[in-house]
């Protein structure tokens, strides 16, 4: 899951914002991968049944599993597939972005 | 975080805390897997090095990093040395809680960084050097490494009329690493996240130089869909193509042998670096896992 205390990412808008030299605030994430998407995971929590495989195989990190249900970041999700094609409760499916589930 | 104990991953046990987020890698990629189940094992108390490479490349997109623990980037042939500095450093200032680690991939561990990482094996280096193993250069572009394998199309090692993708059979980087007698050095396959992190938990726990080889399927570089790395991860040591094994106190093991394999095309006839292969490159491929796996079984207990 994302860090919590993470900043999101501006683009500088004055002079002094921009980054010097090796010198520049830490913890801000630079731009969401969204943008790579074609589909999207969506988990059927009713299906679900936390063995956590999906958390595991999970490249970007972006499934979380501190709630009752297993949830999401998409905005940095990258749409690969893994957590559903690697789900043994076919809990996952892929939704082509812009489609409702 | 709660020590982690040998042999007891518990999924629901590990944090949830990412300490990398937001790299660039490709969707699906092998080595991210790899470095961030590492990392989760390893915890906040690790100082990383990373030479050039996807895992460099990908995380370090000017001015922002997206490793959440000390990371320093290093000269492609410089992983060994840098973190053999960095092992000394942390020895002198009286840190003794750090892990370092190193993180290269295939290139710059079997080809360029071999020496660097062949002098702290022998000086025992206080190090955790794991390489990712996507068996190629595929940060350039899918170049030929010494740990790709016979017959795999690259761009440095074409397939077609007459040409018949690489022509040599990989490098054991295991074998090579044992031989220093190092007192820890471990294959894994991120399709087998339990034994891959249980031996990532073992190499914390002990002190010198660790060496650990994770092949990490490529999405891009070996041509099959995103959400497939972790199958074919899976095929390569189900097919007997990549093998789960430690070297420890003198000896070797290994720590999965299956009955029988399943059939080599299993794992190479979806991906596009071996779609030139024919009925007797199966044969000929099948035919080296035989003879490789007669050796290892000679040598190690199971
Ligand atoms: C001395 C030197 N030679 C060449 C390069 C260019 N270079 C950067 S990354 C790379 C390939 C790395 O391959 P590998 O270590 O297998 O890692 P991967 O990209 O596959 O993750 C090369 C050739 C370099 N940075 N330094
Ligand atoms: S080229 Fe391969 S190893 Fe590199 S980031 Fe992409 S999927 Fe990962
Ligand atoms: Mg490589």
Same mark, same amino acid.
């Given at each position: 899951m994302k860090p919590r205390w993470i900043k999101d990412f501006h683009y500088p808008s004055r002079p002094e914002e921009l980054a010097f030299g090796a010198c520049t605030e830490a913890g801000v994430l630079i731009t969401p991968n969204s943008g790579w998407r074609v589909f999207r995971p969506v988990i059927d929590h009713s299906r679900c049944v936390r063995c956590l495989l999906c958390w595991t195989y999970c490249p970007d990190g972006v499934i979380g599993k501190e709630e009752k249900e297993l949830t999401i970041d998409y905005d940095y999700c990258k749409g690969c597939g893994i957590c559903a094609h690697e789900c043994p409760k076919r809990a996952i499916s892929m939704v082509k972005e812009g489609k409702r589930p | 975080m709660a020590e982690v104990g040998i042999m007891a991953i518990d999924f629901k046990n590990l944090s949830d805390r990412e300490l990398m987020y937001g790299q660039k890698t490709c969707p699906g990629c092998g080595a991210t897997v790899a470095i961030r189940l590492a990392l989760k094992i $390893? #915890? %906040?108390r690790t100082f990383l090095c990373i030479p050039a490479c996807c895992a460099a490349a990908t995380t370090n997109a000017y001015p922002q990093t997206s490793f959440f623990v000390n990371n320093v980037v290093t000269a492609f042939p410089a992983t060994g040395s840098t973190i053999a #500095? !960095?092992?000394a450093a942390a020895e002198a200032q009286g840190l003794e809680d750090v892990t370092i680690l190193g993180v290269a991939g295939d290139g710059g561990t079997a080809d360029i960084g071999l020496q660097a990482l062949s002098g702290a094996c022998e000086r025992n280096d206080n190090v955790i050097y794991l390489c990712y193993d996507n068996e190629a250069y595929m940060n350039t572009g899918i170049q030929r490494s010494s740990s790709t394998p016979w017959g795999a199309w690259t761009t440095t090692s074409p397939a077609g009329e007459g040409a018949r993708g690489v022509v040599k059979s990989r490098k054991n980087l295991f074998d090579i690493i044992a031989a220093h007698r190092v007192p820890y050095c471990a294959t894994a396959s991120v399709a087998y996240p339990r034994d891959f992190m249980e031996k990532i938990a073992k190499a914390k726990a002990i002190k010198g130089a660790r060496f650990i080889h994770v092949q990490a399927p490529c999405p891009t570089g070996w041509g099959y869909p995103t959400e497939k790395t972790i199958e074919y991860g899976r095929l390569a040591v189900g097919s007997g193509l990549w093998y789960l094994a430690e070297y420890e106190n003198g000896e070797m093991k290994l720590n999965m042998t299956p009955k029988t394999f399943k059939p080599v095309e299993s794992y190479l006839r979806g991906q596009r670096r071996f779609q030139h292969m024919k009925e007797d490159d199966y044969r000929l491929i099948e035919k080296q896992?035989? /003879? %490789?796996?007669? $050796? $290892? /079984? %000679?040598? !190690?207990?199971?």
């Open positions: - | $390893l #915890g %906040e #500095g !960095m092992a896992r035989d /003879r %490789e796996w007669a $050796l $290892l /079984r %000679e040598r !190690m207990k199971s």
